[in-house]
């Protein structure tokens, strides 16, 4: 693949005796977009203070083109920084805001005006140039946090939730320019997010972190269809995880029946967790199903609906832009690639992982139907 | 909303007409009238004569004021990068001295200074020639700047304290070390504490007359000794101490709207 460019190496960060990171790996190549996703407090901004400067690993390096820069400080970084809260400079305007860099690098008055307009243009504000920040609004504000950052060029940019405040409308326009800015320039990105699709859309790499843990690193594909735990799944759009067995290679029981699937590598009969997406739950008449169930509830939801089907031991989520009626019996059918088999983590002995996996719990979530909500 | 809230603020306005309002009118009303108690400017005209004692008590306080602005802003820097900790225990030791009264304080400063004091003792211990430093200009101004360096500090600090921590990080982020950032994100968002700071530093500075007399031994006469004198002592004269109150303090507010002045215009000039 491309030229590795930074590279975080058994990093941890504790603040006050309590680990936020906990040895994270990590490689982040050239001209890659890579995207941090985890839910709140799980230590993505501190993976991303690690990479600016701002704080230094308690343990661990941090690499910048095979050299280690755990102590270089932040203005000797080849890297700009889009931060959580903004941060822009409350005694200059908008224009002096983006010009800040500019300046410091002592670019020339022409290019200077030019590069300056240029970036507000991109991210649409345009004629703004004059304003007092504090005269602007929370997504403008933060639009010129993205200028001010795009505008030096940097080798790789740092985004923490850059388009936090955004409406959905601009957020996505937003998304498509820092996608187009990241390819036509060649920057490499460093992304935080907690929204999902906003990862899934924008990102070649995706890092799934939780309680100051890597959980998973893949492609976007990668990652949806094949997460590697149940959190990971959980986490990455909305699942029916249930428990089963994997008697073999390709066969798999769980919901009281047999399945054939494509998982390989399990030991035989090893306990296990299956997440199989709503949108993969085909309905059919009851008797043309593997399992049958009464339709619980329908939501619509704008391209599809959602559906409830009670079945034996377990209550489905499914996606269907057709929508049988509440308390119809319907037929349930899986195709054996949609079955995502994956190690149960609260079978794996006590270590690394085993602090996130407390969390888990699968079990309640099944219960009360809601396992789709915790995005 | 305004108008049901309006009578809160009874008890203020009457404390202000009371103890603000009828006081002023009162230093007007003696500063234009005579002896007689008629009509008169002849008070100001009088002031023609001290006009030596309004330059050095400006002079003083100025040259007070920029000593404790040179002493007080780098400690104000220093301390807001410093531990909360550390920050806190010199602070206590900044304030502490504000705890005594101040006549005491000046009193030590007359032992210390004095021509057989403690500093001329050390001196002579080392083998150097001794300084004649008590009842001179130079005296009040060490005391001036001895009771006043806190009223610097504290308000540059706070502002410095109030800087977005992110908003400095942000400039280290875009290329800016520890000077550039001083200097163009630090010391312009500096700048309302440094202008409270030397309103609170020149305003006692000017019309102090404890620091004077003691320290200056009556030879140094500041206003603040003037209109003492004019009140309490023998010259009683209320009329003229009245016209020299108003003048000063006239004085002290243009220089204060002056400096509001500059202290915009500076932040207009870094805005471009
Ligand atoms: N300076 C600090 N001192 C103490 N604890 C901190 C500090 N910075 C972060 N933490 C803690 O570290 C953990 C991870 O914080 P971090 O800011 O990296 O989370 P995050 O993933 O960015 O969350 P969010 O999505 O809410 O921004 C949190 O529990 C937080 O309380
Ligand atoms: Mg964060």
Same mark, same amino acid.
């Given at each position: 693949?491309?030229?590795?460019?930074?590279?975080?190496?058994?990093?941890?960060?504790?603040?006050?005796?309590?680990?936020?990171?906990?040895?994270?790996?990590? &490689?982040?190549?050239?001209? /890659?977009?890579?995207?941090?996703?985890?839910?709140?407090?799980?230590?993505?901004? *501190?993976?991303? #203070?690690?990479?600016?400067?701002?704080? *230094?690993?308690?343990?661990?390096?941090?690499?910048?083109?095979?050299?280690?820069?755990?102590?270089?400080?932040?203005?000797?970084?080849?890297?700009?920084?889009?931060?959580?809260?903004?941060?822009?400079?409350?005694?200059?305007?908008?224009?002096?805001?983006?010009?800040?860099?500019?300046?410091?690098?002592? &670019?020339?008055?022409?290019?200077?005006?030019?590069?300056?307009?240029?970036?507000?243009?991109?991210?649409?504000?345009?004629?703004?140039?004059?304003?007092?920040?504090?005269?602007?609004?929370?997504?403008?504000?933060?639009?010129?946090?993205?200028?001010?950052?795009?505008?030096?060029?940097?080798?790789?940019?740092?985004?923490? /939730?850059?388009?936090?405040?955004?409406?959905?409308?601009?957020?996505?326009?937003?998304?498509?320019?820092?996608?187009?800015?990241?390819?036509?320039?060649?920057?490499?990105?460093?992304?935080?997010?907690?929204?999902?699709?906003?990862?899934?859309?924008?990102?070649?790499?995706?890092?799934?972190?939780?309680?100051?843990?890597?959980?998973?690193?893949?492609?976007?594909?990668?990652?949806?269809?094949?997460?590697?735990?149940?959190?990971?799944?959980?986490?990455?759009?909305?699942?029916?995880?249930?428990?089963?067995?994997?008697? #073999?290679?390709?066969?798999?029981?769980?919901?009281?029946? #047999?399945?054939?699937?494509?998982?390989?590598?399990?030991?035989?009969?090893?306990?296990?967790?299956?997440?199989? #997406?709503?949108?993969?739950?085909?309905?059919?008449?009851?008797?043309?199903?593997?399992?049958?169930? *009464?339709?619980?509830?329908?939501?619509?939801?704008?391209?599809?609906?959602?559906?409830?089907?009670?079945?034996?031991?377990?209550?489905?989520?499914?996606?269907?832009?057709?929508?049988?009626?509440?308390?119809?019996?319907?037929?349930?059918?899986?195709?054996?690639?949609?079955?995502?088999?994956?190690?149960?983590?609260?079978?794996?002995?006590?270590?690394?992982?085993?602090?996130?996996?407390?969390?888990?719990?699968?079990?309640?979530?099944?219960?009360?139907?809601?396992?789709?909500?915790?995005? | 909303?305004?108008?049901?809230?309006?009578?809160?603020?009874?008890?203020?306005?009457?404390?202000?007409?009371?103890?603000?309002?009828?006081?002023?009118?009162?230093?007007?009303?003696?500063?234009? =009238? +005579?002896?007689?108690?008629?009509?008169?400017?002849?008070?100001?005209?009088?002031?023609?004569?001290?006009?030596?004692?309004?330059?050095?008590?400006? %002079?003083?306080?100025?040259?007070?004021?920029?000593?404790?602005?040179?002493?007080?802003?780098?400690?104000?820097?220093?301390?807001?990068?410093?531990?909360?900790?550390?920050?806190?225990?010199?602070?206590?030791?900044?304030?502490?001295?504000?705890?005594?009264?101040?006549?005491?304080?000046?009193?030590?400063?007359?032992?210390?200074?004095?021509? =057989?004091?403690?500093?001329?003792?050390?001196?002579?211990?080392?083998?150097?020639?001794?300084?004649?430093?008590?009842?001179?200009?130079?005296? $009040?101004?060490? +005391?001036?700047?001895?009771?006043?360096?806190?009223?610097?500090?504290?308000?540059?600090? =706070?502002?410095?304290? @109030? !800087?977005? @921590?992110?908003?400095?990080?942000?400039?280290?982020?875009?290329?800016?070390?520890?000077?550039?950032?001083?200097?163009?994100?630090?010391?312009?968002?500096?700048?309302?504490?440094?202008?409270? %700071?030397?309103?609170?530093?020149?305003?006692?500075? $000017?019309?102090?007359?404890?620091?004077?007399?003691?320290?200056?031994?009556?030879?140094?006469?500041?206003?603040?000794?003037?209109?003492?004198?004019?009140?309490? +002592?023998? =010259?009683?004269?209320?009329?003229?101490?009245?016209?020299?109150?108003?003048?000063?303090?006239?004085?002290?507010? !243009?220089?204060?709207?002056?400096?509001?002045?500059?202290?915009?215009?500076?932040?207009?000039?870094?805005?471009?």
């Amino acid at each position: 693949m491309k030229k590795e460019l930074i590279r975080l190496v058994d990093c941890s960060m504790a603040f006050d005796g309590e680990i936020v990171l906990n040895a994270i790996n990590l &490689t982040i190549h050239d001209k /890659e977009f890579l995207t941090l996703l985890g839910p709140s407090g799980c230590g993505k901004t *501190t993976t991303l #203070r690690i990479i600016g400067g701002f704080e *230094t690993p308690t343990a661990g390096d941090v690499f910048f083109d095979g050299e280690r820069i755990n102590h270089v400080p932040p203005h000797r970084r080849r890297v700009n920084t889009v931060f959580q809260k903004y941060a822009l400079f409350p005694h200059f305007n908008v224009f002096e805001n983006v010009a800040f860099g500019l300046r410091i690098a002592k &670019t020339a008055e022409p290019e200077l005006e030019e590069r300056v307009h240029g970036a507000l243009d991109l991210v649409g504000l345009k004629g703004y140039h004059r304003r007092r920040v504090h005269q602007l609004s929370g997504g403008q504000q933060q639009r010129v946090a993205i200028a001010r950052a795009i505008v030096n060029r940097p080798q790789v940019l740092l985004l923490d /939730e850059p388009l936090g405040a955004l409406d959905l409308k601009l957020r996505k326009e937003m998304q498509h320019e820092l996608k187009d800015i990241q390819q036509q320039v060649g920057i490499t990105f460093v992304y935080v997010t907690h929204d999902q699709e906003e990862a899934l859309t924008m990102s070649d790499a995706v890092v799934v972190m939780n309680h100051g843990n890597i959980q998973q690193i893949g492609t976007p594909v990668d990652i949806y269809n094949e997460p590697i735990n149940a959190f990971v799944a959980d986490f990455i759009g909305e699942s029916n995880l249930i428990k089963g067995v994997m008697h #073999r290679d390709y066969l798999v029981s769980f919901a009281g029946r #047999r399945f054939e699937c494509v998982d390989t590598g399990f030991d035989p009969d090893q306990p296990v967790d299956v997440v199989v #997406r709503p949108e993969d739950v085909k309905m059919s008449a009851p008797q043309d199903g593997q399992l049958r169930g *009464t339709v619980n509830s329908v939501t619509f939801k704008g391209v599809f609906y959602e559906i409830y089907v009670d079945s034996p031991g377990f209550e489905w989520m499914i996606h269907s832009t057709t929508a049988p009626k509440a308390g119809d019996e319907v037929g349930l059918n899986l195709n054996p690639e949609d079955i995502h088999v994956m190690d149960r983590p609260d079978l794996f002995p006590e270590g690394a992982e085993a602090m996130t996996m407390e969390e888990l719990d699968p079990e309640p979530k099944f219960e009360d139907g809601e396992n789709g909500d915790q995005t | 909303m305004k108008r049901r809230g309006g009578w809160l603020a009874g008890p203020y306005v009457v404390w202000m007409v009371l103890f603000t309002v009828i006081p002023m009118m009162l230093v007007v009303y003696f500063a234009f =009238t +005579g002896e007689d108690g008629r009509l008169t400017a002849g008070n100001f005209a009088r002031l023609l004569d001290y006009g030596a004692v309004f330059g050095r008590s400006l %002079g003083l306080a100025a040259i007070s004021t920029a000593v404790c602005l040179l002493i007080g802003y780098p400690l104000a820097y220093v301390l807001s990068r410093e531990s909360e900790a550390v920050r806190k225990s010199a602070m206590l030791l900044i304030m502490l001295p504000m705890w005594v009264n101040m006549l005491l304080r000046t009193y030590a400063w007359m032992s210390i200074l004095e021509n =057989t004091g403690l500093l001329n003792q050390l001196l002579s211990a080392v083998g150097l020639p001794t300084l004649r430093i008590i009842n001179t200009s130079a005296a $009040v101004a060490i +005391g001036m700047v001895y009771n006043y360096l806190p009223f610097m500090i504290l308000p540059v600090l =706070t502002v410095m304290l @109030k !800087i977005d @921590k992110p908003v400095i990080e942000a400039a280290q982020d875009l290329g800016g070390n520890q000077a550039t950032v001083f200097k163009r994100v630090i010391f312009p968002l500096s700048l309302p504490g440094v202008l409270s %700071g030397i309103t609170m530093v020149f305003v006692p500075s $000017v019309s102090t007359f404890i620091i004077s007399r003691l320290l200056g031994g009556g030879k140094t006469l500041l206003l603040g000794d003037l209109i003492e004198m004019q009140f309490l +002592g023998n =010259t009683y004269n209320p009329h003229l101490g009245s016209s020299i109150s108003l003048v000063m303090m006239i004085i002290v507010l !243009i220089s204060m709207a002056l400096m509001n002045r500059f202290g915009e215009g500076e932040e207009e000039v870094v805005v471009l």
